[in-house]
């Protein structure tokens, strides 16, 4: 908790500017609000705690600098070549990675499924139906607020930049449920 705490104050230190610092840092309030009011009726496996600590890390990062002007994204740019600033790609990756493992768990949890072969195919589906409820966001945003919209798209001018954030979140849910469904199940029989 103290993590978190940490970075929100350094992310809220100065910010590029305090409307895009908002649109980026909310899901992270607004999950740290979740996981107080339900840490006793349905805590969590360390697991799933670590990766939305994480997800809440790179989503304040994001927020102080704009995901355009993260200095991570550009060190990677200079090394890798091209023009724009790739660290809102993380973000996108993070965002089917984190939650694929929180789906997961609420499903196997709660028993909603009579077929394990299906788990797979739905937390991936779950993953993209947020993804594609974010990407509905950001337009609306940009639709209703000229303010911060290009800070918060962060479009760089990429035409396709839309379809390759919910790309990313499935690969990410994808290698989340390949790289991580072991141990979260150990976890899960010690819950």
């Known amino acids: 908790m103290s993590i978190f705490f940490l970075v929100l104050a350094w ?3 100065k910010p590029h500017d305090y409307p895009t610092w908002w649109l980026e840092v909310s899901p992270a309030l607004a999950a740290l609000v979740v996981l107080l009011v339900t840490r ?9 705690y670590w990766l939305i600590l994480f997800h809440a890390v790179v989503l304040m990062i994001g927020g102080h600098y704009t995901y355009a002007e993260v200095p991570m994204g550009d060190w990677v740019r200079e090394m ?5 600033n790739n660290y809102d790609k993380l ?7 984190v939650p694929a493992i929180i789906v997961r768990e609420v499903l196997l949890r709660n028993q909603v499924i009579g077929k394990k072969g299906w788990l797979s195919f739905l937390v991936v589906c779950v993953c993209l139906a947020i993804s594609a ?3 509905l966001i950001e337009w609306w945003v940009a639709l209703f607020s ?17 379809q390759s954030d919910m790309f990313l ?21 010690d819950i």
């Open 11 to 13: 992310s809220a230190w």
């Open 169 to 189: 979140a499935m690969i990410g849910a994808v290698l989340a449920l390949l790289l991580l469904s072991k141990v979260h199940d150990r976890q899960l029989r």
């Open 80 to 84: 890798l070549g091209g023009g724009r």
């Open 146 to 162: 000229g303010l911060a919209a290009e800070s918060f798209l962060g479009t760089q001018g990429y035409v396709w930049d839309t």
């Open 40 to 48: 006793e009726r349905f805590p969590l496996t360390p697991l799933a």
């Open 133 to 135: 409820f974010y990407e």
């Open 91 to 97: 973000g996108h990756f993070v965002q089917g990675f």
